[in-house]
């Protein structure tokens, strides 16, 4: 057994596949970590319940109307500008790996280009910031 | 190769070992900083010291009342601390923690069963090595902001629904200058790996000797925003709006009790130690030991060792995580808080222009030594000041909106209306 494991583990990609192994693992671990540390508060605990008890806090007095409601637009906009800005900063690190790796038979392009490309690819995203901060995006007060 | 997947797991057991200790342990040192600041004892009454405070918080959390409000969504309720503390411990991962071990080092003869076995290949002193290194680090650190969401989203209390919009807001704004200037360090190395970043800054410049290769010499700008970014994404002061007790109660853990609260709060303080390392790997030179390596190696470090040398650059990167640790928590009790529009501003309007500035020069520097032109990497140094110069003298220039706006009113002391208005109150 011990030993189809190992000529397994030796003809594949084990560093790559055993790296990505042990994320797993350490992932799990933290899961284990905060199931298990819920679990045992939950046994071990004194639990008591009651009308007053299990309402919100609202600083003392009955809570008033429902919690989940309308809340200021200003969240949304962040959020959508945020997707922008963020899949955009995505797009960098496939430019990055091709960038740092010019003798990648796939890689076509000559580094100058490369380069123009980023130029112009932060340019767009200028051209956006720019709109997003004359349409007041960034008003906060 | 079966020996070193068990040796990476050994690794990996022993730093989620040594990690939540220390987490533990960051509290106690968090109040005694805290008390040491403000002049007064901190815990001294568990054990000597006070050093067995850790142990009686964590009996405690574990024994107090569990609570959940009546109208919580009771699946998320208990999901939010959860999924917030898993990626918190996964971030450490890919810090490159000793450098490497060299080929052939062998396990002292006198442990059984397993004495004598020597490593077949260099053994990197991390648990995983992917290509993306840097990308990972981001993802865990984007991850935190689910637990934070579900958890304001999931308690029903209007406090915490509150302080869960603020800190989804702050976290997701200062991704962007994080990610945006930890790339502009990873284009200059030429990978997302962390360990060749840190081996490129174990030298000295050639032009002023003196200084270490570090990249907090090489790139101050991106320094500078990165350590502002990672104090954001853990919500620590001065950026701690998302649980500021004057305005929001506890923010989105204000429901939360017994171990699912004490989650959030590892989870924080778990953040700050992936924060930290990171800051060390990519800015603060990782393992290298300045100055003392001339003596020691008569030269710079190098890369590969054994047993002494690994064990060395070990304590080495952990002296630096637990004294940048300690800035934190001088931060934490030096600074109030900003503002809400502030932060934004900052985040917006301060911190992503600039980093899309120190990206792009980042680039045309790797261009540029690629065509031959420049080679120094003082150059990197003299771009980031002009950037941080541009962006003060601009911040002049542009415009802003008129912030404190002086509303006058009626009979104030401070800004009294001309002529009191009768009909001001039926207007309100």
């Known amino acids: 057994m011990v030993n189809v494991l190992t000529t397994a583990l030796a003809t594949s990609h084990i560093e790559f596949y055993s790296g990505w192994a042990l994320l797993g693992i350490l992932f799990l671990i933290g899961l284990a970590f905060g199931i298990g540390n819920v679990v045992l508060s939950h046994t071990l605990g004194p639990a008591r319940k009651g009308l007053v008890k299990d309402s919100t806090y609202e600083s003392g007095v009955d809570p008033l109307g429902s919690t989940r409601e309308r809340f200021n637009v200003r969240f949304y906009l962040v959020a959508m500008i945020f997707l922008v800005f963020d899949v955009e900063v995505l797009f960098i690190i496939p430019w990055l790996y091709v960038f740092n790796n010019q003798r ?32 007041g995006v960034f008003q906060w007060d | 190769m079966l020996g070193v997947f068990i040796a990476h797991l050994v690794f990996t057991l022993a730093m989620v070992g040594i990690s939540t200790g220390l987490i533990a342990y960051l509290i106690l040192l968090e109040r005694k900083t805290a008390s040491w600041i403000q002049d007064r004892i901190g815990p001294n009454r568990v054990g000597p010291q006070g050093l067995m405070q850790p142990l009686a918080d964590g009996v405690k959390f574990i024994l107090k009342e569990e609570f959940m409000p009546a109208n919580a969504d009771r699946f998320l309720f208990i999901l939010a601390p959860i999924i917030i503390i898993a990626p918190a411990l996964c971030g450490f991962a890919v810090i490159p923690w000793g450098g490497v071990i060299a080929k052939g080092t062998a396990l002292p003869a006198w442990i059984p069963f397993i004495g004598g076995w020597a490593f077949p290949a260099n053994f990197h002193v991390m648990v995983a090595n992917p290509q993306i290194g840097v990308l990972f680090v981001i993802a865990m650190a984007s991850l935190s902001v689910y ?21 989804t807001a702050q976290m997701v704004s200062y991704e962007i200058p994080l990610f945006l200037s930890l790339i502009s360090v990873a284009v200059v190395a030429g990978t997302l790996r962390l360990d060749p970043i840190v081996n490129d800054q174990a030298a000295y410049f050639s032009v002023f000797k003196f200084l270490p290769a570090w990249n907090i010499f090489v790139q101050p700008a991106a320094f500078l925003m990165f350590v502002a970014c990672i104090f954001a994404e853990s919500n620590r002061t001065p950026f701690d709006l998302a649980e500021c007790e004057q305005e929001l109660v506890g923010g989105y853990h204000t429901e939360y009790s017994s171990m699912k609260f004490a989650l959030f709060f590892l989870a924080e303080y778990s953040a700050m130690i992936t924060g930290s390392a990171v800051a060390v790997a990519l800015f603060l030179g990782g393992w290298h030991l300045p100055y003392i390596d001339l003596i020691l190696y008569h030269g710079a470090q ?98 802003g909106e008129p912030t404190n706006r002086r509303v006058p009113v009626p009979n104030s002391r401070y800004n009294p209306a001309k002529s009191p208005a009768p009909d001001m109150a039926v207007e309100s």
Not at chain 1, 123 to 135: E, N, R, T
Not at chain 2, 147 to 167: D, H, P, Y
């Open chain 2, 147 to 167: 637990g934070v969401v579900l958890a304001g989203w999931a308690s029903g209390s209007k406090w915490s629904f509150l302080g869960g919009l603020r800190a």
């Open chain 2, 302 to 399: 190098p890369v590969a060792a054994g047993w002494l040398g690994a064990l060395l650059k070990f304590v080495v990167f952990w002296g630096k995580v637990v004294a940048f640790l300690f800035f934190y928590m001088w931060v934490r009790w030096t600074l109030p808080r900003f503002r809400f529009d502030q932060l934004m501003n900052l985040a917006w309007r301060g911190m992503i222009p600039l980093s899309l500035g120190t990206f792009l020069e980042s680039a045309a520097f790797v261009y540029l030594r690629r065509a031959g032109i420049l080679e120094n990497r003082w150059w990197l140094l003299l771009g980031n000041i002009f950037l941080l110069v541009a962006v003060a003298f601009l911040s002049q220039i542009i415009p």
């Open chain 1, 104 to 135: 990648h038979p796939w890689v076509v392009l000559p580094l100058g280009a490369l380069f123009a490309s980023i130029l112009i690819f932060t340019l767009i995203l200028l051209v956006a910031y720019v709109y997003a901060w004359g349409k």
